[in-house]
């Protein structure tokens, strides 16, 4: 028995890295997360600047409980997941009616919670100072009072 690949057998694995490091290239450039593995993560691919903000997006609900909640945005909740409400934020900006669907997902998948009356969209803005928390406020985007 000989030491080493074949020379096929060095081939094909050249054409597989090959292959694998074109598409990589390919996905850095010009794909994004819908290609991953072979697009960024670029969610996490950034920096905060010490003196800096920290946002993130929220959703609050009023209740016929009379009470505020804040309600995750998950499917087991609302039908659709963080990422899919920020990545659309811009639809729901120009269309706030949207939202009702995701107070219908609400009534359909959660029964026993209280139904919603209103949905707010909020970015809670957490100001760093010398990389600590020194505020938060709550920014509302948009609104939209349940039907």
Request: no cysteine; net charge positive; proline share 7%.
């Amino acid at each position: 028995m000989r030491g080493g690949l074949s020379r096929q057998g060095k081939a094909w694995r050249l054409a597989a890295a090959g292959a694998v490091i074109a598409a990589l290239g390919y996905g850095t450039v010009l794909g994004d997360d819908d290609l991953f593995p072979f697009g960024p993560m670029v969610q996490y691919a950034f920096s905060i600047p010490p003196d800096g903000e920290i946002k993130s997006l929220h959703l609050h609900a009023e209740t016929t409980a009379g009470t505020r909640v804040e309600i995750p945005i998950e499917p087991y909740y609302v039908g659709i997941r963080r990422a899919e409400l920020e990545g659309q934020l811009s639809r729901y900006l120009a269309r706030p009616q949207l939202l009702q669907g995701l107070a219908d997902a609400h009534a359909r998948i959660r029964p026993g919670d209280p139904r919603l009356t209103k949905l707010i969209v909020v970015t809670k803005v957490i100001t760093l100072r010398d990389r600590r928390p020194a505020w938060t406020t709550n920014v509302e985007r948009l609104s939209w009072v349940v039907r």
